[in-house]
T-cell receptor, first 116, second 111 residues
Framework: GAGVSQTPSNKVTEKGKYVELRCDPI?????LYWYRQSLGQGPEFLIY????????DSGLPNDRFFAVRPEGSVSTLKIQRTERGDSAVYLC??????????????FGPGTRLLVL | GDSVTQMEGPVTLSEEAFLTINCTYT??????LFWYVQYPGEGLQLLLK?????DKGSNKGFEATYRKETTSFHLEKGSVQVSDSAVYFC??????????FGPGTRLSVLP
């Protein structure tokens, strides 16, 4: 597609449930990032993929959070045993993945997760 | 670790006023610096960027200069419009590939 897309746009779940959030990056982008944005704050890095592998997962808050990108394109962020504190907007971004770190990241519209 | 500090908002200006949003950073080495904007109901969009010291990024009348000596990347616009009302995020990318964002500054421009 023309841009990064994320589904669902909104997700309401109950405490303790499992959720999956999906990201479709821009076609051809090898780098994919997940961020979490709480109300009134800037995005907080969670995990970065280069191709199929997680190159940096240092931002994942705990082992309830996991992400995959099995074919190097679509990625799924998985949250187990959700807690109310997980409520936030989850943002996905992609970039061309060129070495040097100067390329632009393009962000999706986000998935708004609400844990009741 | 790397960090970004922005002036707290909200900032409220009248149309055609001059805008400055301060941004300072802490990072090892020579990070790339970015300003992203988030309009109401929309996703983050890149506004401008600078990848080395003394570079000036510019777009849509906004400018920011990468000042290594003061570790700053202040955003400026000479004459704001109502349509500039949004949340502005300063960000850096250091040695890692991920971005570090500031908390955002909400700008409201009144007609």
């Amino acid at each position: 597609g023309a841009g990064v897309s994320q589904t669902p746009s909104n997700k309401v779940t109950e405490k303790g449930k499992y959720v999956e959030l999906r990201c479709d990056p821009i076609s051809g982008h090898t780098a994919l990032y997940w961020y979490r944005q709480s109300l009134g704050q800037g995005p907080e890095f969670l995990i970065y993929f280069q191709g199929t592998g997680a190159a940096d997962d240092s931002g994942l808050p705990n082992d309830r959070f996991f992400a995959v990108r099995p074919e190097g394109s679509v990625s799924t962020l998985k949250i187990q045993r959700t807690e109310r504190g997980d409520s936030a907007v989850y943002l996905c971004a992609s970039s061309s993945g060129q070495p040097g770190g100067k390329e632009t990241q393009y962000f999706g519209p986000g998935t708004r997760l609400l844990v009741l | 670790g790397d960090s970004v500090t922005q002036m707290e908002g909200p900032v409220t200006l009248s149309e055609e006023a001059f805008l400055t949003i301060n941004c300072t950073y802490t990072a090892t080495g020579y990070p790339s610096l970015f300003w992203y904007v988030q309009y109401p109901g929309e996703g983050l969009q890149l506004l401008l960027k600078a990848t080395k010291a003394d570079d000036k990024g510019s777009n849509k009348g906004f400018e920011a200069t990468y000042r290594k000596e003061t570790t700053s990347f202040h955003l400026e616009k000479g004459s704001v419009q109502v349509s500039d009302s949004a949340v502005y995020f300063c960000a850096l990318r250091g040695y890692g590939q991920n971005f570090v964002f500031g908390p955002g500054t909400r700008l409201s421009v009144l007609p």
